[in-house]
């Protein structure tokens, strides 16, 4: 059993125990514990204009309780439920320090019922230092084509000009673990624009044909050892023409998992940064996806 948990933070909102369901299946996948976290950012304890005698006593959480009942047998055999104080948008990220998995739901309790994707949600995933999980509301559409072949399905994306080692293996382990196929989908840009100088000559145009061949060439060299180490999982790479994200979120529909990665800090940027990519799927994609942080410089 992994030392490192698989961590699912509840709220009590439908979305959280949608996680938390999917979270257990991950925990049950891996063999690893489950850790079940409410972050209670309003305890009366905590708040200036409340007077209280001594420290907060223990307590039953009816958000864990309710966690607690919804799981019942289907909990894995390693699972814990703890509370924890402070603003979530904070305590949530810190928490990825200390997991292989952080699960949370598209949206919390909190917030406009139109918003695609909660505060607490982005800050994990743009800051957390483990693979985040994020599950959206069922029902959700996609438009575009739907997936070629029916069958459990890990999609990935891959950047063939910067591609991220961590972001295949996790999403080679994943499909390893689900006995699912892996859609590797590498966009290039297509129509091609070009900028010159009035009097200046048009350098002849590459045809699509061309960059689409090159593009999957690269891919393909990319996913050479991941193969190797995972000879069980079928890979299919795709070189596919322009947006990426809209890509991605087609491909969502019916997967079980959409991989990303997100950006590695630069020296003119060192702020975390998910990438409109990444930004998009989450917002978008019918299945979970999981936002990879980059592997660490020289890895």
Not at 94 to 100: C, F, I, P
Request: include cysteine.
């Amino acid at each position: 059993m992994s030392t490192e948990p698989v961590i699912a933070a509840v709220d009590g909102s439908e979305d959280s125990l949608r996680a938390l369901e999917w979270a257990a299946d991950a925990a049950r996948r891996r063999a690893a514990p489950l850790r079940v976290v409410h972050v209670r950012q309003y305890a009366a304890w905590g708040q200036t204009d409340v007077l209280v005698a001594g420290p907060p006593e223990e307590e039953t959480d009816p958000v864990l309780d309710e966690a607690r009942a919804g799981l019942g047998d289907r909990a894995p055999e390693a699972v814990e439920y703890l509370a924890l104080e402070g603003a979530p948008g904070a305590v949530l990220p810190e928490l990825g320090t200390e997991a292989q998995l952080l699960v949370l739901g598209s949206r919390g309790r909190g917030g406009f019922a139109s918003l695609l994707l909660g505060s607490n949600s982005l800050a994990a995933a743009r800051d957390a230092q483990c693979p985040v999980i994020v599950v959206p509301p069922p029902g959700r559409e996609v438009h575009g084509e739907g997936p070629a072949e029916p069958g459990p399905r890990v999609v990935v994306g891959l950047n063939v000009d910067s591609p991220d080692d961590a972001t295949l293996a996790f999403a080679f382990t994943e499909a390893s673990l689900r006995g699912a196929r892996l859609q590797v989908l590498a966009a290039y840009p297509w129509p091609l624009q070009t900028w010159s100088a009035p009097g200046q000559l048009v350098p002849p145009m590459p045809d699509q044909e061309t960059i689409e061949n090159e593009t999957w060439s690269l891919a393909e060299g990319f996913l050479a050892p991941h193969r190797e180490r995972h000879p069980s999982v079928r890979a299919d790479a795709e070189a596919v023409p322009g947006d990426a994200a809209g890509s991605l979120v087609a491909a969502s529909r019916d997967a079980d998992l959409v991989v990303v990665g997100r950006h590695r800090r630069r020296l003119l940027a060192p702020a975390r940064m998910m990438g409109s990519v990444t930004q998009a799927v989450l917002l978008h994609a019918a299945s979970p996806v999981a936002v990879l942080p980059p592997a660490p410089e020289g890895a």
